[in-house]
């Protein structure tokens, strides 16, 4: 009796505790357009049927939990997509599941890895206002722990700082954006001229220059990353999204060997040493691993190895002989820049095509290899159907097979030999009953004969 009130009493505060982490995230409904004004939404648009979006709703109500307990203004919602499609329609909504967070007339998008920490810093950076200010040097020294990566607009009211204020408000869902005097920055430092917008990484400092770096915009961009990154299939993604080139390491990590360690070095060495040559145009980087890579290229690259991606046209560059120094992965690197490397890969008509055959030919063999007697059934049964109508169709009897005969015969003649043919079939017409009407009387001709002689 005991066990059995026991296990009551774990149901009843197990079903409570389920009860009160769905109360932190609410279901919206076509009303939320009218009532989201007032507050800062971070909202999950899902589709029921969807397989990402069942994956991602466990961890959504983690997020909820957590934004809650921390005491973060932002509210989390979700919303069937399917349900209300127009809602969904009128904020951009093309996939699912798709995270947005909504903050005034702005609508921010989550890109970044589904998981409950990336998910939760992304709502508390963009909730928040898009410049932080830091107002002493315990205050700068405590981010430049917390962030590998740190812009600060250094200086007073100017240009410069509407600029940075607008490109913060556009980048934020990437990086933190911060503002300081110069004197909350280390002793040491010696910037030429004010205001200033420098970014903090790989242990220094890098300043904004209009002449030499272009847009604002397009430099944060390509330094919101560390010079050297361990790279998977999202950081990639992302890569692309700056326009530079991506020099990997492809290596094991889960059989690390002296080659691969040796590689990895010398990458991160030219990154480094030759961070004025080439940080403009290149990332650099390792991968764990040659999977994700020989599905980009639709080949296979050895391990370890070097290779350099162009995210932004799908070619790739392999170097001519194996990288022994640093002297070679910089000529390497240079005929890459210069145009002088051969590239394989693109994205022309051919390539498209065998893109869509590579993946076809991976989506059979995964299914396959992940079942292989529903793979049977899914792609042998309509190869079974469509075999046997062609069977039937080459395999059937025509009824009016002579006529055909005869068509193809008359056609096989010129026209003057069909108006021949005409004339030979009228005379024989003509000809049959002459003939018959001569025997009779032939016949009654000889009658008289017969009866004189009788």
Known sequence: MAEVKASLISGVVLAFLNSAVLAFVEDLDDTFKDTRVNDIWLVDFYAPWCGYCK???????????????????????????????????????????????????????????RTKDDIVEFANRVAGPAVRALPSKQMFEHMMKRHDVLFVYVGGESPLKEKYNDVASELIVYTYFFSASEEVLPESMSLPELPAVIVFKDGAYFTYDEYEDGSLSSWVNKERFQGYLQIDGFTLYELGETGKLVAIAVVDEKDPTEESGRLKALIQRVAKEYREHFNRDFQFGHMDGNDYINSLIMGEVTVPSVIILNTSNEQYFLPGEPIETMEQLVQFISSVLNGSAQAYGGDGIIQRIKRVAFDARSTIMSVFRSSPLLGCFLFGLPLGVISLMCYGICTAESDDGSDDIDALKREGLTDEEEEEEEERQRAAELEGPDDGENEEEDVGEKDPEVKKTD
């Open 55 to 113: 994956k991602l709703e466990p961890v959504w109500y983690e997020v909820g939990v957590e934004l809650r307990s921390s005491g973060s203004p932002v509210r989390v919602g979700k919303m069937d997509a399917t349900a209300y499609s127009g809602m969904a329609s009128e904020f951009g909504v093309r996939g699912y599941p798709t995270i947005k967070l909504l903050k005034g007339d702005l609508a921010y998008n989550y890109k970044g890895p």
